[in-house]
Structure formats: structure tokens, C-alpha cells
């Protein structure tokens, strides 16, 4: 039978493996390079062979782009949790790693998505709640017609309309500067600045804050 053992890996497994310099180096080195890369697909627009290439290369790294950015953040946390003085690693992490996510959520309708989210949660908890006490006296008529198919489709709005509401403005605050970070040029930016500090990590890391690994 295949093995595949990293996913055998416990939680504190998986952050001891990333707390080495080269392999943090890489990390940075490489997502930045998927931000960087739509620096390479204006340059080469007017080639034709070239600028093909890198559109095709694009659009498969914005979704690649998506894994990479939650790592990226993953990655982040561990730095900030074992090195708090290397801030400036933990910090360039998190922040490429969410340029590189809401490249992707930034498509979506995030209100929406939440809201729908929340009421099917909200929903399955209710009838999970509730459905124990169908056999009840009197109000067990009430609890049936309650999580019958109909009961949790009005819950579900009522809770989705509420929800969609609440969570409206913070979600449309959230999609702005997702958006920002998004944008082609900050993307770029980023992207070339953690390039930056993963070399600097291979050459220096003392120089970002960086200590022996624990």
C-alpha cells in the first residue's frame, strides 16, 4: 500500500520542519517569484511566443497561487511564534500569503459565500439541537415542522439575511484591501521583496532577526 508519510505529520511535526533557514528561504524565494511573475507576463505582452507562455503560466499560479498563500501564512505564524524578533520575515510572509489568497477570493463574492456558510452552519446546528425533542408533548409538532426540509429553509434565510447584513460591511472592507493587495502592482512589489529577504535569509538571516533555530 502507498505511503505517504507527511500526512502522518502531527501539527508540531509540521512546524519543526519549516524552522530551517534554507527551506524558509525557499518559501519566501518561490511565492515570491508566483507574485513577481505578472511583472514578466507585461514585459513579455508584446513577444508573441513568450507572452503566451506567461499568461498560460499566470493563470495557473493564481490558483496554485491560493495553496501557496495559506502555506505562506502558515509559515508566517511558526517564524512569528519561534522567531519574534525576525518580524520582518513573519511580516513579509503573512502579507505575501494573503496578496496571493485574495487573488483568488477577491473573485468571489464574499458576503455571499459567508452568509451561505453561516446559515447552513447555523441550520445544522439548530436541527441538531432541536431534533432530539420531536417526541416532546405538545411542542413536538412544532420541533418536527421545525427541522423538517421546509422549517430549515426558513431558518436558514432568516439566518443568511441576518447574516449576509452583519457581515456585509466588514466583508466589503475586507474584499477593498484584499483587492489592493491583489492589484498587479502591489503584488509585484511584494513579490520582488520577498525574493529579497529569502536571499537574505541564505546569506544573512542574522541580519532579519533570525537566531539558531530551537
Known sequence: ???????????????????????????????????????????????????TIFDFLV?????????????????????WQVQPGAVIVAGVLILMGFSLVMRVLSKFPLALVFALAVAAFGAATIYGFLNPYVTTPVIGEYIA??????????????IFCVAYVLGGLLIKLIQLIGKI???????????????????????????LGLIAWP
Open 1 to 51: 500500500m502507498l505511503q505517504i508519510p507527511f500526512l502522518d505529520w502531527t501539527l508540531p511535526e509540521i512546524m519543526a520542519y519549516f524552522q530551517n533557514d534554507w527551506i524558509l528561504a525557499w518559501v519566501l524565494i518561490l511565492s515570491g517569484g508566483l507574485l513577481a511573475i505578472w511583472l514578466l507576463e507585461n514585459i513579455t505582452d508584446p513577444i508573441p511566443l513568450l507572452g
Open 59 to 79: 493563470k495557473i499560479g493564481t490558483y496554485i497561487g491560493f495553496f501557496v498563500g495559506i502555506l505562506d501564512i502558515f509559515v508566517g505564524y511558526v517564524v
Open 181 to 207: 493587495f491583489a492589484s498587479v502592482p502591489v503584488s509585484v512589489l511584494v513579490g520582488l521583496a520577498a525574493i529579497g529577504v529569502g536571499v537574505i535569509v541564505i546569506l544573512n538571516p542574522a541580519l
Open 145 to 158: 415542522w421545525l427541522t423538517s426540509g421546509k422549517g430549515l429553509l426558513v431558518i436558514g434565510f432568516i
